[in-house]
């Protein structure tokens, strides 16, 4: 996903966007009551890393062990290594980005499916066992090292041995090891001790029982494919339903007791610092002229503005992929349904920039939002309507 410039330091996912200034929204005040909500686990922070690919995939499969193994004792949760996803991913991507001569996007931005896809080809460990900040920093901050495995991989393509060595992929996973740690072969977990492979089973995730989901008319619905995007690296290939049948999906996992990987744009002007997220019609919201939408009028302020949420479709969508005002901006988790005090719909989203905003690293986004932004979604196959299941041939 990619990465977007926020205060305090706060990144969102990849490549950087440019800073533009927003016009104060007047939004109501909400009282949210929840009406489903299945269990996650803490919430965490990324911090100055663009891995919220990362994050969000492994707080939905935190969320996975909970459910498959009915653990009812919050004390008892899992805590899965994010970094440990991040190092094989960044090992992958090295060579692949070497076979295509550099023509791959090599950055620390992904998305949920390379998390599946290191969970099946290596496993799960605990976080305990790889905390992934080997470099002086309480929190991740992987600048540096996207700097410095950049620099080998560029050095590579270019070959001036006019044949690879044999040490270069031993140099990049020294880097690797040594800004993130080594991934361990072996670790102990409540006084057994597991391999990451054995541990993945232990906890009864299997890889192959999760599908992603998008909703995309350059496609035809009902097949499979590769979602154009430079974090889609791996060109791991989704399921194509319209966007109805994909809004179905989510709400039959949620109220069935599972959740969602959800990629989804955060640029959107009603996508708040605050734990909101509203589809808003910035058309119909910016009365006024230029200057005065940016500036004000006399104080030197932007106006307030009252919020229009516009209505997301099938077209709308697809308009706003091709011009690429929605796209793949950052990546968090769908795991319940909530209602304000109009009784209007919002999804609850656990996101990985700590405990920040009105509602302590949840936001709440409303079924327009998440209808009109969403990139895709992760869910357990059985977590999708039999009959959508067997349009999409899926067993």
């Known amino acids: 996903m990619k990465k977007l410039l926020i205060p305090l330091a706060l990144v969102f996912c990849a490549a950087a966007l440019s800073a533009q200034p927003r016009p104060a929204m007047q939004f109501p005040d909400y009282q949210f009551t ?22 969000s995939a492994i707080g939905f499969f935190e969320s996975e062990a909970i459910r498959l193994n009915k653990i009812s004792d919050t004390l008892k949760y899992p805590d899965f290594s994010e970094f440990f996803v991040v190092s ?14 550099g023509k791959l996007n090599f950055a620390i931005g992904s998305e ?8 099946r080809d290596y496993g799960i460990v605990p ?62 977990v409540d006084g057994k001790e597991y391999t990451p492979a054995a ?28 979602i154009e995007v430079c974090d889609n690296w791996r060109w791991d290939p989704a399921y194509n339903l319209p966007i109805d049948e994909f809004m179905t999906v989510l709400d039959n996992a949620l109220n069935n007791g599972y959740t969602a990987a959800w990629g989804a744009d955060v640029s ?22 230029d200057q005065e939408h940016w500036v004000g009028k006399d104080s030197g302020k932007a106006p307030e503005i009252k919020i229009v949420e516009k209505e997301a479709t099938q077209e709308s969508r697809q308009i706003d992929f091709d011009n690429k005002t929605m796209t793949d901006d950052h990546g968090m988790q769908i795991y319940g349904i909530a209602k304000d005090q109009n009784g209007k719909k919002y999804y609850m989203v656990k996101n990985s920039w700590g405990e920040t905003g009105k509602y302590k690293g ?11 932004q969403s990139l895709d979604i992760m869910v357990h196959k059985d977590a999708i309507p039999r009959d959508i299941k067997s349009k999409l041939g899926i067993k």
């Open 88 to 101: 094989n991913s960044f090992r992958e991507r090295a060579i692949k980005y070497v076979r295509l001569d």
């Open 362 to 372: 949840i936001w709440y986004a409303t079924e327009a939002y998440v209808k009109g």
């Open 127 to 188: 976080n305990d066992a790889m905390p992934g900040l080997n470099y002086g920093t309480d929190l991740p901050v992987t600048g540096e090292l996207e700097a410095v495995l950049n620099g080998i991989v560029d050095a590579v393509v270019k070959n001036p041995n006019r044949a690879l060595s044999t040490a270069w992929q031993r140099a990049l996973q020294a880097v690797l090891d040594e800004y993130l740690g080594k991934c361990p072969e072996k670790f102990m």
């Open 34 to 55: 929840t009406v489903k909500a299945n269990p996650i686990t803490s919430v965490k922070n990324q911090y100055r890393s663009g891995t919220c690919w990362s994050y």
């Open 112 to 119: 949920a499916d390379d998390v599946l896809d290191v969970i």
């Open 199 to 226: 541990y993945r089973d232990a906890l009864k995730i299997n890889p192959a029982d999760y599908v992603t989901i998008t909703s995309f008319t350059h496609h035809p619905f009902y097949t499979k494919f590769a």
């Open 268 to 289: 959107n002007i009603g996508f708040t610092r605050d734990g909101l997220a509203v589809n808003v019609d910035a058309a119909a919201s910016t009365a006024g002229s």
